[in-house]
């Protein structure tokens, strides 16, 4: 299974081919009535079973690489280290350090080293960029107040 290392953003002939497989693979699961529909592979003719909710994992994969948009799979209780943490979040490690300290992430202790669950670093950064988003937002409109900004 490939980690948060190995990040790479699809080209343009494989968002191509992603969109056109989406909108086919939607099309089918819509259809679909079994927990646990069989699916065939044309090139080999082997059939295997998969559980529909791979195949509609594998269909929001498909329509974010279609997207241009790059993505990672990554099991939800994965912990990182404090260095891959700042990495996802954008920042130093001594500061990550900081926030874990303050108990603005939560984490625990491995002998001397701090571990991070991944899901509370994507928790933490999604709730940094709403509070960013609001803050452009609070500046735009006081900016307008002030006639500096013309929307």
Do not use: C, W
């Given at each position: 299974?490939?980690?948060?290392?190995?990040?790479?953003?699809?080209?343009?002939?494989?968002?191509?081919?992603?969109?056109?497989?989406?909108?086919?693979l939607a099309s089918?699961?819509?259809?679909?009535?079994?927990?646990?529909?069989?699916?065939?592979?044309?090139?080999?003719?082997?059939?295997?079973?998969?559980?529909?909710?791979?195949?509609?994992?594998?269909?929001?994969?498909?329509?974010?690489?279609?997207?241009?948009?790059?993505?990672?799979?990554?099991?939800?209780?994965?912990?990182?280290?404090?260095?891959?943490?700042?990495e996802i979040i954008g920042c130093?490690?001594?500061?990550?350090?900081?926030?874990?300290?303050?108990?603005?992430?939560?984490?625990?202790?491995?002998?001397?080293?701090?571990?991070?669950?991944?899901?509370?670093?994507?928790?933490?950064?999604?709730?940094?960029?709403?509070?960013?988003?609001?803050?452009?937002?609070?500046?735009?409109?006081?900016?307008?107040?002030?006639?500096?900004?013309?929307?």
């Open positions: 299974m490939e980690t948060y290392n190995n990040i790479n953003k699809p080209s343009k002939d494989e968002q191509k081919l992603a969109l056109e497989s989406y909108d086919a089918v699961i819509e259809q679909l009535k079994s927990e646990n529909p069989e699916i065939e592979i044309e090139e080999t003719e082997e059939r295997i079973k998969i559980p529909l909710s791979a195949l509609k994992f594998l269909g929001d994969i498909l329509k974010a690489m279609g997207q241009g948009k790059p993505f990672s799979l990554v099991p939800v209780a994965t912990e990182v280290t404090t260095q891959k943490a700042a130093s490690r001594p500061h990550l350090v900081k926030l874990l300290e303050e108990g603005q992430i939560e984490y625990t202790k491995v002998g001397k080293h701090r571990r991070v669950k991944f899901e509370d670093v994507m928790r933490y950064k999604k709730r940094m960029k709403k509070i960013q988003k609001q803050n452009i937002i609070d500046i735009m409109k006081s900016d307008e107040e002030l006639g500096i900004y013309d929307s």
